[in-house]
T-cell receptor, first 111, second 115 residues
Framework: KAGVTQTPRYLIKTRGQQVTLSCSPI?????VSWYQQTPGQGLQFLFE???????NKGNFPGRFSGRQFSNSRSEMNVSTLELGDSALYLC??????????FGPGTRLTVL | TQLLEQSPQFLSIQEGENLTVYCNSS?????LQWYRQEPGEGPVLLVT?????EVKKLKRLTFQFGDARKDSSLHITAAQPGDTGLYLC???????????????FGKGTKLSVIP
């Protein structure tokens, strides 16, 4: 079974731009969660989608948004990028809270 | 305030030594997971514990969930260079709702095993 894939793996943007990251979950997994990982804060929950509906949202500003398609693939968007948005963005797919499978992440650098 | 506190933050040991990593909280968790993450990659699930007092073994790794389901430990016996990585604990809070898959993560313990 193929694992979770994330594209692109690396991204460099400048302040004020916007970015879209993509995540393809494991086949059959309907839940996709997004996390931001930084050295200072560790992994922080952004949001979770289940069957195209946002089921849970973390404490991030409205510049961070996401969506899920009917095939369970998910995208997250960050608008008006700030330097502090530089991070590793991780996507996880799951069939339960106890077992989440992470992708390799997208490393975003904001200059 | 970090909901899950991991200690130590950094650990550098010689090959063959034993070590224990701790994950503590004042909150009760319905389940707790341990992950290992290598540079440039996503976390890989090692184990999930769900019952207070539960002990699980994975080769040289032993995981324990506290009786009150507020803390957990990871013990590695005879560490090897391949054990090097960032160890993360993560939990699902009790009462967070059956429909929520949101996990709370500790900041991790960075382990280096020197040959």
């Amino acid at each position: 079974k193929a694992g979770v894939t994330q594209t692109p793996r690396y991204l460099i943007k400048t302040r004020g731009q916007q970015v879209t990251l993509s995540c393809s979950p494991i086949s059959g997994h309907r839940s996709v969660s997004w996390y931001q990982q930084t050295p200072g804060q560790g992994l922080q929950f952004l949001f979770e989608y289940f069957s195209e509906t946002q089921r849970n949202k973390g404490n991030f500003p409205g510049r961070f948004s996401g969506r899920q398609f009917s095939n369970s693939r998910s995208e997250m968007n960050v608008s008006t990028l700030e330097l502090g948005d530089s991070a590793l963005y991780l996507c996880a797919s799951s069939v339960s809270a106890d077992t989440q499978y992470f992708g390799p992440g997208t490393r975003l650098t904001v200059l | 305030t970090q909901l899950l506190e991991q200690s130590p933050q950094f650990l550098s040991i010689q090959e063959g030594e034993n070590l224990t990593v701790y994950c503590n909280s004042s909150s009760v968790f319905s389940s707790l997971q341990w992950y290992r993450q290598e540079p440039g990659e996503g976390p890989v699930l090692l184990v999930t514990v769900v019952t207070g007092g539960e002990v699980k073994k994975l080769k040289r790794l032993t995981f324990q969930f506290g009786d009150a389901r507020k803390d957990s430990s990871l013990h590695i016996t005879a560490a090897q260079p391949g054990d090097t990585g960032l160890y993360l604990c993560a939990g699902k809070e009790s009462g967070s709702g059956a429909g929520s898959y949101q996990l709370t993560f500790g900041k991790g313990t960075k382990l280096s095993v020197i040959p």
